[in-house]
């Protein structure tokens, strides 16, 4: 239903926080009881800035050369309650720049002992990401978790 909601073609794509109150008004009027979506929509322009909103979801991070910024911006997560206001927030990438998109099943992957990844582990395995190419660092980051969890069973999944 989400991405039929995201193919409407009267939405302001280019304005995430209006493009989220209108997903979030069709889904609620849609009607199913306890559903509801997270949701991290961004736009990247050519210059450079990604205008972004975050309706629940884990704050994604743009990592610099000297620093790594939490996108959180946006508001409460899709379906629940109409009217629901969202704001949107603005960062710019430079060269070099890349952000890194995850879902809860990174972030809360558990050892054998229930422990959870979470988002500092998450911040170590970036922070000694020693290889610029996309595929090495997302492999990286997999390896990562992988040796964290052990083999213990997951309960979500990994999404990037």
């Given at each position: 239903?989400l991405?039929?909601?995201?193919?409407?073609?009267r939405?302001?794509?280019?304005?995430p926080?209006?493009?989220?109150?209108?997903?979030?008004?069709?889904m609620v009027r849609?009607?199913?009881?306890?559903?509801?979506?997270?949701?991290?929509?961004?736009v990247l322009?050519?210059?450079?800035?990604?205008?972004?909103?975050?309706?629940?979801?884990?704050?994604?991070?743009?990592?610099?050369?000297s620093?790594?910024?939490?996108?959180?911006?946006?508001?409460?997560?899709?379906?629940?309650?109409?009217?629901?206001?969202?704001?949107?927030?603005t960062?710019?990438?430079e060269?070099?720049?890349?952000?890194v998109?995850f879902?809860?099943?990174?972030?809360?992957?558990?050892?054998?002992?229930?422990?959870?990844f979470?988002?500092?582990?998450?911040?170590?395995?970036?922070?000694s990401?020693?290889d610029?190419?996309?595929?090495?660092?997302?492999?990286?980051?997999?390896?990562?978790?992988?040796?964290?969890?052990?083999g213990?069973?997951?309960?979500?999944?990994?999404?990037?």
């Amino acid at each position: 239903m989400l991405q039929g909601c995201l193919r409407l073609k009267r939405l302001p794509v280019s304005v995430p926080a209006a493009t989220m109150a209108a997903v979030n008004t069709a889904m609620v009027r849609r009607g199913i009881q306890g559903r509801f979506v997270t949701l991290f929509y961004g736009v990247l322009f050519p210059d450079g800035r990604l205008t972004y909103c975050n309706a629940g979801h884990n704050p994604q991070m743009l990592v610099t050369s000297s620093r790594v910024e939490r996108l959180e911006i946006g508001g409460m997560v899709l379906g629940l309650f109409d009217g629901t206001p969202f704001e949107e927030g603005t960062v710019v990438l430079e060269p070099g720049d890349f952000l890194v998109t995850f879902s809860d099943g990174v972030s809360e992957a558990m050892d054998r002992k229930g422990e959870e990844f979470g988002d500092e582990r998450l911040l170590e395995s970036i922070a000694s990401m020693t290889d610029n190419g996309v595929v090495p660092r997302l492999k990286h980051v997999f390896a990562s978790v992988s040796a964290f969890t052990a083999g213990a069973a997951q309960n979500d999944d990994v999404t990037h």
